[in-house]
C-alpha cells in the first residue's frame, strides 16, 4: 500500500532516553487507555539467555533517518478452545493441528503492531515497522476460570526499523505499545452497535476487516474497543550499527554484468486506481519521465504507458526502460519476474499491495515462470512503496541465497521502505536515485540514501538501504 498524504492526531513523546511510558500516552485519551485490564500484563525487556535467535542473520545497513533495531518481548494471546479439542488446555499445544492454528493467530496478533507503530500514540512522529522474518516461540497454554479460552504464552524476537527521532541518546529506547488479546474478534469490537457498518477504530477510507491490522488504532475518539481487550507490551528497543562509505559494486553493474556495455534499468510504476489522467501513479510515471529527461536522459519512446530514456557515460550506456501497469494484473507480474531476471537495477514504485503485489510466490503464480534471479549477476532492487521492507527484504535476499553466499547480500543490494512512502514525492525519489546510480557518478550508498532523504523532505518513508555490509569501501 502506497499512502496519499493523509492528516493524523500528534501525540509528543516525553524526552530523555526513553520513549513516554504507557500512562503518558494514555493523556488526554479515551478512559480506556489507562484501564487496568490493558496494563495486565507488563512485558518486560529482558529475556532469558535461551530466547530463541533470529530467522534472519542481522546486519548493518544504512539510513538517513531511520535506524534498525533489535527487539524482543513476551506476550500472550487468547485462543478460543475447540469444542472438537477434548483433551486439557495445558496440553493443546502438542496437538500438531491446535497449534498450526495457534500459530497463524499469534502471526496475526502481531501484524497489528504495524498499526500500532504508525498511528497509536507515540508512534505517529516516530514510527516504525517490524520485519517479516521474525522468531516466534510458544512458551505454553493456560486455561482461563470459566471460560473457553486459553492463554497462549510466547517469545518474539525481531530486527525492526523506526524513526531515528526514537533513540534519543543513541542508547536503548523503551517502547509501549498494545495488541489485541483475540485477534480473531477485534475487529468487530470496533463497531459501536451490532447493525453500525462503520468500524470507528480504523482508517475512515481503508475500513474493512483485510486492512484493519494495518491501521487499526483503538485510540481514536469514539473507538469503542476496552482496554480489556487489549495487551499492553513493554520493551526496549536496542539499536544496531549503521554502515559507513559503502558503495555499490559500480565495477560490476558498468562492467559487462550480463548485459554487455549497457546498464540495464527495468522501472515499473504502479497505478493507483486507474489509467485516466490524475491517477496519482500515472502522475509519478509522467513526472519520473520528464525529470530524467531533465537530468540528461534521452528519450527514445515515449508512449502514453511505455517510455524509453539512455544516457552515455564513457563507453558505457545506461537504457531505462518505463512502464506503467495495473499492479494487481499478470502483465504486471510478468514485467516484474522478466525485469527482475535481466535487469542490472529494478525498480518499482506504486502500492505495495499489503506485500502481496511482488510476492515471489504471487509473480510466478500469476506470470507461469520460475523466479530464478542470476547467481553470479550483481543487482540492484529498489522497492518504492509502502513499508517494503517488511514485505520484500529477505524473501528476495533468499532468492539470492548459494552455498558461497549463505545470506544472498554479495550480488544483491535493496532499496526499502519502513513506512508508506508518498505518491507526492515518489518521482523526485526514483530520479534521484537513478541519477545516483546509472549516471557513472560512483556515489557511496550513504550518499545515495541521503538523497534520497532530501528528496522525500517532510513525506519520509524512513528509506533504507539492505546488505551493503559486504560492499566496497571505495568507489571501485
Known sequence: MKKNLFTAIIFVLAGGAYA?????????????????????VSITPGLPPAFASLNQAPSRWYGSDSRQARMQFSAYMLYKVPAKYTGP??????????????????????????GAFTTHPGFVDNPGIPSGDYKVNITGAEKIANENYAKIFYTYDDIVVFSKKLFRGGGATRVNFVLPKDPVTIYKKGFASPGSRKNLCTDEHYNSEGDFWYFWNPYQEGCPIGGEDL?????????MQMTKNTYPEYAKLYGDNGAGDELKVTFLVGIDESF??????????????????????????????????SFHFGSKRAAVEMLLLDPDSAEFAREAVRGMKTADIFLYDGHSGLGGYLSPDRLE??????????????????????????????????????PS???????????????????????????????????GQRPSWQTVIDRVGAAEGADTALSHINGDEDNPRTPN
Open 89 to 114: 488446555v495445558s496440553q493443546i499445544l502438542s496437538d500438531p493441528s491446535q497449534k498450526e492454528k495457534i500459530s497463524e493467530l499469534i502471526d496475526l496478533q502481531l501484524q497489528h503492531m504495524y
Open 20 to 40: 513516554a511510558d504507557f500512562n503518558d500516552l494514555a493523556v488526554s485519551v479515551s478512559s480506556l487507555k489507562a484501564s487496568a485490564e490493558a496494563q495486565d
Open 365 to 402: 503464480s500469476d506470470s507461469g515462470e520460475t523466479l530464478a534471479l542470476p547467481q553470479k549477476k550483481y543487482q540492484i532492487f529498489i522497492f518504492q512503496g509502502c513499508s517494503t521492507y517488511a514485505y520484500y527484504n529477505t524473501p528476495f535476499f533468499k532468492l539470492k541465497r548459494n
Open 231 to 239: 495487551v499492553a507490551v513493554k520493551t526496549d528497543l536496542t539499536p
Open 405 to 439: 553466499d549463505p545470506k544472498g547480500t554479495r550480488n544483491l543490494d535493496i532499496f526499502t521502505t519502513g513506512i508508506g512512502a508518498a505518491f507526492e514525492v515518489g518521482a523526485k525519489v526514483d530520479v534521484s536515485l537513478l541519477t545516483s546510480l546509472a549516471m
Open 276 to 309: 485516466q489522467s490524475g491517477d496519482l501513479g500515472k502522475v509519478t510515471f509522467n513526472n519520473a519521465f520528464a525529470q530524467l529527461k531533465a537530468a540528461g536522459f534521452t528519450a527514445t519512446v515515449n508512449e502514453p504507458r511505455r517510455k524509453r530514456l
